[in-house]
């Protein structure tokens, strides 16, 4: 039956592999950009959110600014790009979450371009984390050494539930439902303001661990939106220490759509002496 | 989470590493175009591994991936229409495996082309895939018994037109 039987056949193209491993890194992170990107009406679907309990006593007036809030939560599909800039009470070599005592106000950049594949980095004096796509970056500026693992890795720690919506949505969700949490809904001629006061979460039975980030302190978190664009337009975290409120994180300026350079978002930094970090003293994670 | 799917991948790679080949070559013999057989087989692996079960709960990923590539390709045929033959001369290829592949594509659809479309798929499997009935029936979604019969009934047809030679055994 020599006549059926191919005297050769083809064999699957070199390329054919790495296609299909890209194609599924590819969808992960676009699902991540479809998370990241509703993080820009975080303060409209918070304010959805949190207010559930509020509808129930709440008149139509009400329910229909929260149904008007609900919306807004798409609006954001539509960005090409957003900057913001930020300052947090830490030391420039710190975890991006980590609040110090000893720290400044330290200023913080944070960059998306959420064309496809979408990218994004965040920097501060001595410490740059970005993601190029397919990996994720830190690295510290002054020993001029970094980290890599493929993905979206977790180098944004206990910051990350303020990049990624769905976790930050999940962790406002719990404290609506917690009876530490108050929260208040506040509409103004053109922006609607909310604000969260919760209590530390944690295990601060020797008090060591209490304050180190603003989820592990008592806090108040105040998000402002654009009542028309529906888009934050700032955001400020508070932590309560001897009985005060203290600035630990304020937004500077909040960009959406600036041009942005995609090359140099994703640009090795510079370290102290000037050079460019090197790819080869990467720690492969 | 990060982790979980980085484990899925690895295991993935070695799935398609064992496969893709088979895999390429069954789509090919089936489409008759690299460009389009590189797609099915890269849409069906992107398909096994979104859906969760997959991974986990396949018995035989060998037969359920060439059952996903032999609908691919019948879908793919429903919206294109039936293959048309040219001559080897007239299709740009990029290298002489490609060439060569191209020619014995053609030569088995002329070898098969008086045959009603289930004969000559039953014969493909068997020849050109290197399938048994059983690997064959499942892929077919039908009796063991039914796939002998269409096989003898192709092998009787060719041998009366005088394509093939010989004896055949099942």
């Known amino acids: ?88 009470q830490t030391t420039p070599n710190e975890n991006f979450d ?113 304050n180190s980030s603003i989820m592990a302190s008592d806090n108040k978190r105040i998000y402002t939106f654009d009542k028309e664009t529906k888009l934050l337009q700032a955001m400020l975290v508070q932590i309560l220490y001897k009985n005060e409120y203290h600035t630990v994180f304020e937004t500077t300026s909040i960009l959406y759509n600036i041009p942005v350079d995609r090359e140099k978002l994703t640009e090795r930094p510079v370290n102290k002496n000037g050079q460019r970090c090197m790819t080869h003293q990467i720690i492969r994670l | 989470m990060f982790k979980i799917i980085k484990n899925k991948i690895n295991e993935l790679e070695s799935i398609i590493e064992e496969h893709q080949n088979q895999l390429f070559s069954f789509a090919f013999f089936r489409v008759g175009s690299y460009h389009t057989a590189q797609d099915i087989v890269q849409d069906v692996f992107l398909k096994f591994f979104q859906n969760k079960k997959t991974l986990t709960s396949v018995k035989n990923v060998k037969t359920y991936l060439l059952k996903s590539i032999a609908n691919a390709c019948m879908d793919y045929q429903r919206k294109n229409g039936k293959i048309k033959m040219v001559d080897i001369e007239c299709i740009n290829v990029a290298n002489d495996e490609e060439k060569i592949c191209m020619a014995e594509f053609i030569r088995i659809e002329d070898l098969l082309s008086e045959l009603p479309a289930e004969q000559s798929e039953v014969i493909k499997l068997k020849f050109v895939d290197g399938l048994n009935f059983v690997e064959s029936a499942e892929i077919l979604n039908m009796s063991v018994n039914t796939i002998k019969s269409r096989y003898r009934y192709a092998m009787d047809k060719l041998k009366q037109t005088h394509k093939i030679k010989g004896e055949y055994y099942e």
């Open chain 1, 1 to 88: 039956m020599n006549e059926i039987t191919p005297k050769m056949k083809p064999s699957a193209p070199l390329s054919l592999k790495k296609n299909i491993i890209n194609k599924i890194k590819m969808e992960k992170n676009k699902m991540k950009t479809l998370m990241i990107k509703r993080l820009l009406a975080t303060a409209a679907s918070l304010a959805a959110l949190l207010t559930v309990p509020f509808v129930f006593t709440a008149n139509n007036e009400a329910k229909a600014a929260i149904r008007f809030l609900g919306k807004s939560i798409n609006k954001s599909d539509n960005l090409k790009t957003m900057e913001v800039k930020f300052l947090m």
């Open chain 1, 98 to 210: 980590a609040i110090r005592d000893d720290g400044n106000m330290l200023e913080h950049t944070f960059t998306i371009s959420f064309e496809n594949p979408h990218i994004w980095r965040l920097e501060k004096s001595g410490r740059t984390s970005l993601f190029d796509a397919v990996n994720s970056y830190s690295w510290l500026k002054q020993l001029g050494i970094g980290m890599m693992a493929p993905g979206i890795a977790e180098f944004f720690g206990d910051f990350e539930k303020f990049l990624d919506p769905q976790n930050l949505l999940r962790h406002e969700q719990q404290l609506a439902k917690n009876d530490g949490s108050e929260i208040a809904m506040q509409e103004t001629g053109s922006q609607i303001i909310l604000t969260i006061k919760s209590k530390a979460k944690g295990d601060f039975t020797n008090d060591y661990l209490k």
